[in-house]
C-alpha cells in the first residue's frame, strides 16, 4: 500500500524503517560514562575458565560493527499509545495519573477540530512509546534484546545503564498529537571498556533526537541511552547476591509510591516493543540472570521520573493535571533530566519517586530526583532542570 493513501492511525501501526544517508540531526555532547552500582557480586558460575580479550582488539572490531548503526525511525503521533500507557499506570500511582482525567472522552474517539486553539501535545516522557525496535523476533538476540546495539560477544547480558534527556524550546509544538509523522534519528556513539581482567563491562551509548522531517527539520528532543553489557553468565545457583543498601543523603519534598506487578511490566514492554526476557520471564531472570525476580524497566523508571516532575510543576503552580488534552494554559516543563541506574527493581517490590528542589531561580528550578527501592536504597539517581513556575 502506498504511503501517501494511508490514514496517521494506519501509519502509527506501520512506522517506517530505513537507513541514514543524510547527516544525524544535531546531538547532545556525549556525557562522561559512569559505572552503575551493579547487581552482582559474587556468583557460583561453572568451572569453564573465563577466556581473556584484548581490549585494544575488542574495542576496534566493536567500533566497526555499531559505527554502521545508523538509523530513521518514523512514526506516527496518534494519542492511542500515550493513553494506553496513561492506562497501564492509573492504578498503581494514582496521584500521577487521576482517575477522573480517565473518564474524559478519548481523544482519538473524536477528529481533530483544526479550529482548536490548542492542539494536545505529546506529554514529556511519553515518546518512549513510540519510535519502537523495527525487526522480527528471529533477527533479536536470545535474551530479547536489540542486536544493533551489542558491541559483540561474549558481552551477551544487557543492562540499561542511565541516560539523559533534553526538551528544547517549543518541543510541545513539535510533539503534537494530531496524526503528524515525527522521525527519529538513533545512533550508536564509541564503546568504551571498564573493569578488571575477566570482569570487564563494555558501555555503549545510544543517541536519539527526535524532530519533524526534511532538510529544515526541527530537533523537539535528544535523547542519550546508556548501556552496560557483561559476560554471559554460564550457570546460576540461587539468586546473585546484591550489594549494600545506600541510602539518600537527603529528605524528599515530594514522594509518589508504586508497587509494580507483572502485568505493569506486561503492559509496558508490549507498549515498547521490548521483549527483554528479564521483564517478562521470572524462569529466565532467576535462572539465567541470577536476580530474585522479574525486573522493572530502565525506561519505565523514565516516566515516572518525569511524571513526577511535571505533577509537582502543575501543583505548585496552580495549573491542572499536566496531562489534560487540551491545555489553553501556559505550562511549566521538564527541561532536562539525567540519570543513573544503581541497583534493580522488582516487581511486587515497593519503590518511591522522591523529589527535591535545590535552587530555584526566577526562570527555572534545579531538582534532586531518586527512587528508593522497598528499603530506602537509592535505585536511581537524577538531577533535572525545570523552566520556573507559570
Given at each position: 500500500?502506498?504511503?501517501?493513501?494511508?490514514?496517521?492511525?494506519?501509519?502509527?501501526?506501520?512506522?517506517?524503517?530505513?537507513?541514514?544517508?543524510?547527516?544525524?540531526?544535531?546531538?547532545?555532547?556525549?556525557?562522561?560514562?559512569?559505572?552503575?552500582?551493579?547487581?552482582?557480586?559474587?556468583?557460583?558460575?561453572?568451572?569453564?575458565?573465563?577466556?581473556?580479550?584484548?581490549?585494544?582488539?575488542?574495542?576496534?572490531?566493536?567500533?566497526k560493527k555499531l559505527w554502521k548503526h545508523r538509523t530513521v525511525i518514523d512514526d506516527t503521533l496518534s494519542p492511542t499509545p500515550s493513553h494506553l500507557l496513561t492506562l497501564s499506570l492509573a492504578d498503581h500511582v494514582p496521584a500521577l495519573f487521576p482517575p477522573d482525567q480517565l473518564s474524559q472522552d478519548h481523544p482519538s474517539t473524536e477528529p481533530f477540530n483544526n479550529h482548536r486553539r490548542q492542539i494536545p501535545y505529546l506529554p514529556q516522557g511519553h515518546h518512549l512509546v513510540y519510535f519502537?525496535?523495527?525487526?522480527?523476533?528471529?533477527?533479536?538476540?536470545?535474551?530479547?534484546?536489540?542486536r544493533a546495539h551489542w558491541p559483540g560477544g561474549p558481552f551477551n547480558r544487557r543492562m540499561w545503564a542511565g541516560g539523559e534527556v533534553v526538551f528544547r524550546d517549543g518541543w510541545e509544538r513539535v510533539l503534537t498529537l494530531n496524526g503528524r509523522v515525527v522521525m527519529?534519528?538513533?545512533?550508536a556513539n564509541e564503546p568504551v571498556m571498564k573493569g578488571a581482567v575477566g570482569d570487564e563491562k563494555v558501555f555503549v551509548e545510544i543517541t536519539r533526537d527526535y524532530g519533524t522531517q526534511g532538510g529544515g527539520g526541527k530537533t523537539a528532543v535528544e535523547e542519550?541511552?546508556?548501556?552496560?553489557?557483561?559476560?554471559?553468565?554460564?550457570?546460576?545457583?540461587?539468586?546473585?547476591?546484591?550489594?549494600?543498601?545506600?541510602?539518600?543523603?537527603?529528605?524528599?519534598?515530594?514522594?509518589?509510591?508504586?508497587r509494580p506487578d507483572a502485568r505493569l511490566l506486561f503492559h509496558f514492554s508490549a507498549l515498547t516493543y521490548n521483549a527483554h526476557s528479564i521483564h517478562i520471564d521470572p524462569d529466565y531472570a532467576r535462572n539465567r540472570e541470577g536476580y530474585k525476580g522479574l525486573l522493572v524497566h530502565g525506561p519505565l523508571t523514565l516516566v515516572l521520573m518525569l511524571s513526577a516532575l511535571r505533577a509537582c510543576l502543575a501543583k505548585l503552580s496552580g495549573q491542572p493535571p499536566p496531562d489534560t488534552w487540551l491545555n489553553e494554559q501556559p505550562m511549566s516543563y521538564v527541561k532536562s533530566l539525567s540519570y543513573r541506574n544503581l541497583a534493580p527493581l522488582y516487581v511486587d517490590e515497593?519503590?518511591?519517586?522522591?523529589?527535591?528542589?535545590?535552587?530555584?531561580?526566577?526562570?527555572?528550578?534545579?531538582?534532586?530526583?531518586?527512587?528508593?527501592?522497598p528499603e530506602g536504597g537509592l535505585a536511581v539517581k537524577a538531577s533535572a532542570v525545570t523552566t520556573g513556575l507559570v
Open positions: 500500500m502506498r504511503r501517501s493513501i494511508l490514514s496517521p492511525l494506519l501509519r502509527r501501526h506501520s512506522p517506517r524503517l530505513t537507513k541514514l544517508t543524510l547527516s544525524p540531526l544535531p546531538s547532545i555532547q556525549p556525557i562522561q560514562h559512569v559505572q552503575p552500582l551493579l547487581h552482582h557480586t559474587t556468583a557460583p558460575y561453572s568451572s569453564k575458565p573465563i577466556k581473556p580479550i584484548n581490549p585494544e582488539t575488542y574495542l576496534h572490531a566493536a567500533r519502537p525496535l523495527q525487526v522480527p523476533p528471529s533477527r533479536l538476540m536470545r535474551d530479547g534484546t536489540d527519529c534519528v538513533e545512533k542519550v541511552r546508556r548501556l552496560v553489557f557483561m559476560r554471559e553468565r554460564e550457570r546460576v545457583e540461587g539468586v546473585v547476591e546484591e550489594r549494600r543498601v545506600v541510602r539518600a543523603p537527603a529528605t524528599p519534598e515530594f514522594t509518589f509510591s508504586l515497593e519503590m518511591k519517586v522522591c523529589l527535591r528542589r535545590t535552587k530555584t531561580e526566577a526562570d527555572q528550578i534545579k531538582w534532586d530526583v531518586w527512587i528508593e527501592g
